[in-house]
């Protein structure tokens, strides 16, 4: 006859005291409680299944009570009289439980930064912060802290609209395109399914200008250069005014000109250029910019004020720095130039406008001198010297414009196209 197990006491649980060796606490039905020389009161159920003996792992004690233990042990035995094994259901859900641990893990703030991080060797450090600023001032209090699995449409939508409403079309825009490439590389690194604001579209107010405030319009460019001629504030700040329409950088490569950048005398009958290196590019790529002959003599004035230092455009403290980035911001209010009608990058939108739309040249001389991306037909990167020759001609002829419609030459306008052959 076989021995009589007594079920367990919650005094004799919590009384048992730990050994040399571990030893057991039988409750009865395949449950006992194992106590480790360490102190340890572990909860064990041992069944049988498919011919098999097994041990189910419980919790411990006091996580759970004796009570509890028992409670588990009936949900096991049930599920065995139905065939059902209780160790594959425990270890099914706590795999479960560790899946939806790291998609919890896996914050849209974490993955944010991730692809931040991936994707800043590539560029300017200006280009980084404003990510970066824009990333925690907006989208991270809005939904920074969930799971990049839970980011819907609808969330992208709502903040945009909350940014738009601040009056920040611009701003918004650029959230819309920070949270589709981050949820793209969630979706490329399989963190998610599918990205909800891949093809979101038409969320914004329309904009009657480009992203930045811009004079596209001949007639009202004209009078912005008259006004840059009369202007009466700092003769650098002037030049710099004077030489943005001309190459129409970005206003931080502008600012941060260096005269050992500046290649007044080329060998081989070239023309000067203005060689931006790598790292103050916002792409990290080498930008070469021809000086027409406008841009030469502005800056041969200039030298004789500024070229004992590094920067053409220093600043009014100190010549160890360049010129704030406010400075021409600043002097376009001067002007009489509101935001909603010209920013220092505007006058990029600007030539882009008039030398396709007026001047009629090919768009890929426009975007090469823009500095922006543009591949071959096979997909492939160009150098910072593609289309060099026909680059210097465009940058001749769009300071040659500019001095005619200052001067008061016939305006063309937007719908006067002008054929280069």
């Known amino acids: 006859m076989p021995k009589r197990i007594l079920p367990l006491t919650d005094l004799q649980v919590k009384t048992a005291k730990p050994k040399a060796k571990e030893y057991k606490l039988t409750d009865g039905g395949g449950l006992y409680l194992l106590i480790t020389p360490s102190g340890g009161k572990l909860w064990r159920f041992n069944y049988r299944f498919d011919e098999k003996y097994k041990t189910l792992f419980l919790k411990s004690y006091p996580e759970i009570t004796l009570s509890d233990a028992r409670t588990a042990r009936d949900d096991a035995r049930k599920l065995l009289a139905n065939g059902v094994d209780p160790g594959a259901i425990i270890k099914a859900q706590k795999e479960q439980t560790q899946i939806q641990s790291e998609i919890s893990a896996n914050t849209f703030k974490k993955v944010a930064r991730e692809w931040l991080q991936k994707n800043s060797p590539a560029w300017s450090e200006s280009h980084i912060k404003t990510i970066t600023s824009r990333l925690e001032r907006d989208v991270y209090p809005a939904f920074g802290d969930r799971a990049v699995t839970s980011i819907t449409r609808n969330d992208v939508k709502t903040l945009m609209e909350k940014v738009e409403a601040r009056g920040t079309i611009e701003t918004a825009d650029r959230i819309k395109l920070y949270c589709r490439q981050i949820l793209r590389y969630a979706l490329n690194n399989g963190l998610i399914e599918a990205n909800p604001v891949d ?45 943005a329409p001309l190459l129409f950088v970005r206003p931080g490569e502008l600012r941060q000109m260096e005269w050992n950048e500046i290649d007044f005398e080329l060998l081989d009958g070239g023309s000067p250029e203005w060689n931006i290196p790598a790292h103050k590019m916002k792409m990290k790529e080498p930008h070469v910019v021809p000086l027409c002959k406008q841009a030469v ?45 010209m920013t220092p990058h505007g006058f990029r939108a600007m030539a882009r406008t008039i030398l396709d739309e007026v001047l009629q040249f090919r768009p890929d001389f426009i975007e090469h001198q823009l500095a922006h991306a543009v591949k071959d037909p096979n997909g492939r990167a160009y150098n910072r010297t593609a289309h060099l020759a026909e680059r210097k001609k465009m ?16 305006v063309i306008h937007l719908s006067d196209r002008v054929s280069h052959g």
């Not at 093809?199 to 009078?223: C, F, N, Q, W, Y």
């Not at 840059?228 to 700040?237: A, M, P, T, Y």
């Not at 053409?312 to 909603?340: C, D, Q, W």
Request: glycine share 8%; with cysteine.
């Open 199 to 243: 093809d979101m579209k038409d969320i914004l107010t329309k904009r009657k200008s480009g992203h930045h405030a811009a004079l596209t319009d001949p007639k009202e460019v004209a009078s912005l250069l008259r006004a840059i001629d009369g202007f009466e504030g700092s003769f650098v700040v002037k030049c710099a005014l004077k030489l």
């Open 297 to 341: 003599a502005i800056l041969r004035e200039l030298q004789p004020i500024t070229g004992n230092g590094i920067y053409v455009f220093p600043n009014g403290r100190t010549t160890e720095r360049p010129m704030s980035e406010v400075a021409l911001l600043a002097a376009l209010r001067r002007m009489g130039y509101s935001k909603e009608e």
């Open 395 to 410: 940058m001749q002829a769009w300071a040659d414009y500019l001095d005619n419609i200052k001067s008061g030459a016939k």
